[in-house]
């Protein structure tokens, strides 16, 4: 699957969607709103809302999180903001302050 | 040029994405997709074939076979290759129009223009 690529050093202020993989080495302000993965690398910086399916974060989010599948916070994320996903995973190492919703479902 | 795909901040905006908003960065880029806002690049910018760019574009140097509605001014050079259409003004100290684009626009070259052709251009 083609997936779109921010590098480290762009910046982008507006607004990303589509329906493919994205994944940010740099940084992100406004709204990404994907049909599919997002993947905020280590050292990616995102002030944005997110929704997507499945969102990863290695880096940094300010902002609120909607992924329809799994939300995954790896061990050197930064994260504030809320999250609402029926799948919230938080390592060890994350660091995380918001709300988290899984839903109904449990 | 090694393998550019191997670069890890290499920058592509893929053929199922819309990026609108301002995008600035100081590498190459690629365009499969969509973008709606200015670009503004210390870096090569390709518009692949497909691509679509809404907006007014500053890069080091541009190469393009996609779709532009917007100015493009280039530190280096504009390409517009076979099958490409650019409907702006181009600015570069090299600008090429291959055959078989669609360019609607105008062309400055920024040219230290020879003495006669100035002289005639004066009057």
Redesign the interface.
């Known amino acids: 699957m ?21 994944v940010v ?2 940084t992100v302000k ?1 709204k990404i709103d994907l049909a599919e993965k997002i993947e905020v690398a280590q050292g990616g910086v995102v002030e944005a809302t997110i929704a997507a399916r499945v969102v990863t974060v290695h880096g940094v989010v300010a902002g609120d999180i909607h992924a329809s599948e799994r939300a995954d916070l790896r061990p050197e994320s930064q994260v504030i903001g809320d999250i609402r996903s029926p799948r919230v995973l938080i390592a060890d190492g994350a660091i995380f302050k918001g709300s988290v919703d899984m839903g109904n479902g449990g | 040029m090694v393998a550019p795909a191997m670069n890890p901040s290499h920058c592509l905006i893929g053929l199922r994405m819309t990026v609108r908003g301002a995008l600035v960065g100081e590498e190459d880029l690629v365009v499969e997709g969509r973008v709606e806002g200015n670009i503004t690049l210390s870096g090569h910018l390709l518009i692949a074939e497909g691509g679509v760019v809404e907006s007014d574009v500053e890069v080091e140097s541009a190469d393009i076979h996609g779709h532009v509605i917007g100015d493009v001014a280039a530190a280096v050079a504009i390409t517009i290759h076979p099958g490409a259409s650019v409907h702006g003004n181009l600015r570069a100290p090299r600008i090429v129009i291959e055959d078989g684009a669609h360019f609607k626009g105008g062309v400055d070259m920024d040219v230290d223009l020879p003495e006669g052709l100035q002289r005639a251009r004066g009057r």
């Open positions: 083609a997936n779109t690529v921010i590098g480290s050093t762009i910046v982008i202020d507006g607004e990303i969607s589509g329906d493919e993989g994205l080495h740099g406004g």
